[in-house]
């Protein structure tokens, strides 16, 4: 043990818990923080805005399972913070947000960019607290990270204020342990999961995000081999397994003509970790005329519309195993073989020449510019559902989309992230709005040395917005807008732009840039109506 400041103590335990970045913006309070980190072996990230810093930090704990870290000071940024914090909650990412904060003194009167952070940070993530004595610090960035690892991992928020970060402290970081084993599941859990399972003819396989987060992919592939089930990802499933397979049947809104049809035509469902912020329940089980049994780390939240017959509860890997060693038979194939062949149709069909450009029809172009591995990170709007439903996707982790809050801006600082913790090309798929609200940190990108693709859908509109205000009888109101030129644009970032207009162009063009290091924006004019 040494005396040293707390931020400096921090910045330590920070170390042993292996960071590597820290994302975010100074701010006068954050000042000893950012000198212990400049003398660390951690990288400080400046960013252009404290969101795309906390959708980095989202994305990078999303593929690594270890928690990326962001950094605002108080007031105005941590309140920028907090989009992305939210969206780690609601997406179930492992997040540790680190905030400045005036002298301990301002704190309970009215005082110069002074709010309750804590307070504000209460709803949207599962440990939160402020730092106010020296000898907490490392037990508080150790229970931070534990707490954001574990299942289901999501954010956690530590607030310093700048007298705590200054005082001395003789004190060592808690040295960061193995993850905790999830329980082994319950027999009798597993017996009547089976019992339903054999009485079932029509029986899907939902995989979800807790799939992918506690690494079970493997266990549910042999699931899929020794039971014959068909299995239907939901968004942040996609890559469980393969869509290659050919009992994959995509999403579970992957329907061509009926969009539920996978789960329309099951009469039993296994959940294998699904998340229900990410499909409402009543819009796949609107009459409760199916079985359910819920597989997951966590018990079901239960509603009408998910109330499962059994519930699995434990690491989802043994259940799967344990599951399949349990079920004696292999499912019949009529009822999905079609259904399968039409959602693959769909999904890979190239275009004819003179197709009109939308996102739906280029899938099949971005998909042959990318390897097996490579990372696609989407946006949200109407081009993230084209591509949940249709780009297929053969690994985990590998089409990375916010189904939980579902926050537009996401795809260019996740596409930061995802070049940061992966070997692979990337692509981030924007629509044009949710490009422009975290642009700035093209910069970043191009600072770090980024080589990944972006990738803007121009409609010069709030595309999905726009769609729904039709279904709904209505024009166009309070969706249309303007766009800079996007090759001038991305030129004066230093990043290679394209603009192709023809479906050959597109093809020419993606399998030139996805590819190649350096960064690259393609803005690909769509007319999706
Ligand atoms: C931060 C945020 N604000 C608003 C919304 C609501 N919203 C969902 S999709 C959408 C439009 C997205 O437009 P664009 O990025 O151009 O993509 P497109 O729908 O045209 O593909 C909006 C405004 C949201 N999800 N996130």
């Avoid at 869509?243 to 969009?259: F, I, K, N, P």
């Avoid at 017959?309 to 999905?336: H, N, P, T």
């Avoid at 642009?439 to 080589?451: F, P, S």
């Avoid at 991305?490 to 093809?507: G, L, T």
Wanted: glycine share 6%; with cysteine; aromatic share 6%.
């Amino acid at each position: 043990m040494s005396e040293d400041t707390t931020a400096r103590l921090i910045v330590d335990c920070l170390e042993a818990e292996d960071v590597e970045h820290v994302f975010g913006i100074p701010g006068e309070e954050t000042t000893e923080l950012l000198f212990a980190l400049g003398d660390s072996d951690i990288e400080f990230v400046p960013v252009r805005h404290e969101q795309a810093a906390a959708f980095i930090a989202d994305v990078y704990g999303r593929l690594t399972g270890d928690a990326g870290v962001c950094l605002g000071t108080l007031g105005p940024g941590a309140t920028n913070l907090l989009t992305g914090v939210a969206d780690a909650y609601l997406d179930k990412s492992p997040l540790v947000a680190i905030t400045g904060q005036g002298r301990r003194e301002r704190i309970q009167r009215e005082s110069h960019q002074a709010i309750d952070v804590v307070s504000l940070f209460d709803d949207v993530t599962k440990w939160n607290a402020q730092i106010d004595d020296a000898a907490f610090a490392a037990e508080a960035v150790r229970k931070a990270f534990r707490c954001a690892e574990r299942e289901k991992p999501g954010p956690t928020h530590l607030e310093l204020p700048y007298d705590v970060a200054g005082e001395t402290v003789d004190d060592e970081p808690l040295a960061r342990r193995d993850p905790v084993s999830l329980p082994a599941p319950d027999r009798d859990a597993l017996d009547a999961a089976a019992e339903i399972l054999e009485s079932s003819e029509r029986p899907l396989m939902l995989a979800g995000n807790g799939v992918l987060r506690t690494r079970a992919a493997p266990a549910l592939r042999s699931f899929v081999d020794d039971t014959g089930i068909p299995v239907a990802a939901t968004y942040m499933g996609k890559g469980a397994v393969s869509d290659a397979d050919e009992r994959s049947l995509y999403t579970l809104a992957s329907g061509v003509d009926e969009q539920y049809a996978p789960i329309e035509r099951a009469d039993c469902v296994v959940a294998a970790g699904y998340d229900v912020a990410e499909h409402e329940p009543v819009d796949w089980n609107p009459d409760l005329d199916r079985a359910i049994v819920h597989v997951d780390t966590a018990s079901a939240d239960i509603s009408r519309h998910y109330n499962p017959d059994v519930e699995i509860v434990g690491d989802i890997d043994a259940a799967l195993d344990r599951l399949a060693g349990s079920v004696d038979l292999r499912f019949d194939d009529e009822w999905w073989t079609e259904l399968r062949e039409e959602v693959h149709a769909a999904a890979t069909e190239h275009p004819a020449d003179d197709a009109p450009l939308t996102v739906e029809r280029l899938v099949p172009l971005l998909r042959d510019a990318m390897a097996d591995e490579d990372v696609l990170v989407s946006d949200v709007g109407h081009h993230k559902g084209a591509l949940a439903r249709r780009f297929p996707t053969y690994e985990p982790n590998t089409c990375v989309i916010s189904n939980g809050l579902a926050a537009m801006g996401i795809a260019l600082p996740g596409a930061i992230a995802a070049d940061l913790a992966t070997d692979a090309n990337v692509v981030a798929a924007t629509g044009d709005g949710g490009f422009m609200m975290n642009a700035a940190d093209l910069e970043t990108a191009r600072r770090l040395d980024c080589g990944f693709t972006v990738l803007v859908f121009e409609n010069r509109e709030f595309g999905s917005i726009a769609r729904q205000q039709h279904a709904h009888g209505g024009g166009d109101y309070g969706t249309q807008f303007t766009n800079p030129d996007f090759a001038t644009f991305a030129d004066s970032f230093d990043v290679d732009a394209y603009r192709p207009e023809s479906w050959s162009a597109i093809d020419r063009t993606l399998s030139e840039v996805v590819p190649d290091d350096d960064m690259a924006l393609v803005a690909v004019p769509v007319d999706e109506r």
